[in-house]
Structure formats: C-alpha cells, structure tokens
T-cell receptor, first 117, second 114 residues
Framework: ETGVTQSPTHLIKTRGQQVTLRCSSQ?????VSWYQQALGQGPQFIFQ???????GRGNFPPRFSGLQFPNYSSELNVNALELDDSALYLC????????????????FGPGTRLTVT | DAKTTQPPSMDCAEGRAANLPCNHS???????VYWYRQIHSQGPQYIIH???NNETNEMASLIITEDRKSSTLILPHATLRDTAVYYC???????????????FGTGTKLQVIP
C-alpha cells in the first residue's frame, strides 16, 4: 500500500463543465505530480508542485490547473471539459530532500477515472 | 528526457525468469534508467533504477550495458501477479525541489502464463 489516496474513484461530467480531483500525498512527501493516462497509453505528465509552487509543467493547456496545500494534499482542476479529457488521472508524491540524489521513489495513487460525455 | 523503445508485449511462463529489454540509445551521461510497472487499474509502481552498474533489489534485477544504450529488467521467478505493463524510463539526475517529470512511453505488456 503506497499511502497515496485519490478521490473520487470515478466521475462523470458533461462537456464544458469544470472538475476538481483530489490527492492526499504519502505522509512526509513534499512533492506531488499529476498525470493523465488515456486508455492504452502511458501516463502523460501534467505538472508538478513542490512546497505549494508549480515548478514544472507538461504540454497541457492553462485550463488544467492545480493547488498544493500546506499539508501536502493537492487538487487538479480542469475547466471547460472536452471529450478528450476522458482519462485516468494519477497523482504521485515523493520526498525531495536537500542536496541531490536519484534514490527517491515516486508513489502513485490509484487514480480517478474521469469520463466526459 | 531520452526516448526509450520497448517491445509492446511479451509472454513468460510462471516460475521462469522474465527478461524485459529496453533501448535508450540517446541516453545522456546524467540520466538514470528507471523501471515502473502498472498492474491493471492501479497506479504505476516503482521497481528499480540504475546509472551504469547492475542493480538488484527484492523485486528485480537491472542489467545496463556498458555503453548504457540498452538495459534489461529481470524478474527472476515470474508469478501471475507480475502480469502488468512495464515501463522503462530515462530521466535526469533529480535535485532538491527540481523538476521530476517522468515521461512514460507505452511500455511492454507482460503476460505471465500458468
């Protein structure tokens, strides 16, 4: 069990609506990333938050936004939903300490399945 | 991040070693090789990583060629629970607070057969 939880498990929205997905990071983790996984594809990086600031973004439009809270929980918000936004949304948390090192592990949650109709 | 190439699917008999190859011919000197797997309907799970030396942990072994242009993930005694999609990823050396983007390809779907 990774300790990363996501809610809700499944969600159905209509095109044009807005959605908020939630993630609770593993205890002590200060970095969270969000990924979108379309059916049959690998996860695609959306963005990353470190200490409540976005510090990296993939090729996703501004209608994808996020927040990270002091307790390291986070949200992914998507405005003006499109049919192609239907996917599994994954969050992943890790602990970035001082200095350098590749030995961190990125723990993924089970995902939220979003269906846009 | 460097691009990786993996076979789309492989079969392995239960109890046998599963050897999953990955090509990463454009890997840079500061990039590590990571392996994740994703069991159906779950989030990806970290397996192992390495730079240039072979690595082993309780889950698997990672063999990286001397020129670092390819690697092999070895599951020594595959079980039915190892049926999953396996992703090989190369990524830069992470720094504190740094960018941790992980670029997944389509991976190798490993089917362990009874």
């Amino acid at each position: 069990e990774t300790g990363v939880t996501q809610s809700p498990t499944h969600l159905i929205k209509t095109r044009g609506q807005q959605v908020t997905l939630r993630c609770s990071s593993q205890s002590g983790h200060n970095t969270v990333s969000w990924y979108q996984q379309a059916l049959g594809q690998g996860p695609q990086f959306i963005f990353q938050y470190y200490r409540e600031e976005e510090n990296g973004r993939g090729n996703f439009p501004p209608r994808f936004s996020g927040l990270q809270f002091p307790n390291y929980s986070s949200e992914l918000n998507v405005n003006a939903l499109e049919l192609d936004d239907s996917a599994l949304y994954l969050c992943a948390s890790s602990q970035m300490g001082s200095g350098q090192g590749p030995s961190y592990e990125q723990y993924f949650g089970p995902g939220t399945r979003l269906t846009v109709t | 991040d460097a691009k990786t190439t993996q076979p789309p699917s492989m079969d392995c008999a239960e109890g046998r070693a599963a050897n999953l190859p990955c090509n990463h011919s454009t890997i840079s000197g500061n990039e590590y090789v990571y392996w994740y797997r994703q069991i159906h309907s779950q989030g990806p799970q970290y397996i192992i990583h390495g730079l240039k030396n072979n690595e082993t942990n309780e889950m698997a072994s990672l063999i990286i060629t001397e020129d670092r242009k390819s690697s092999t993930l070895i599951l020594p005694h595959a079980t039915l629970r190892d049926t999953a999609v396996y992703y090989c990823i190369v990524r830069p050396y992470p720094v504190s607070g740094g960018y941790q983007k992980v670029t997944f390809g389509t991976g190798t779907k490993l089917q362990v057969i009874p």
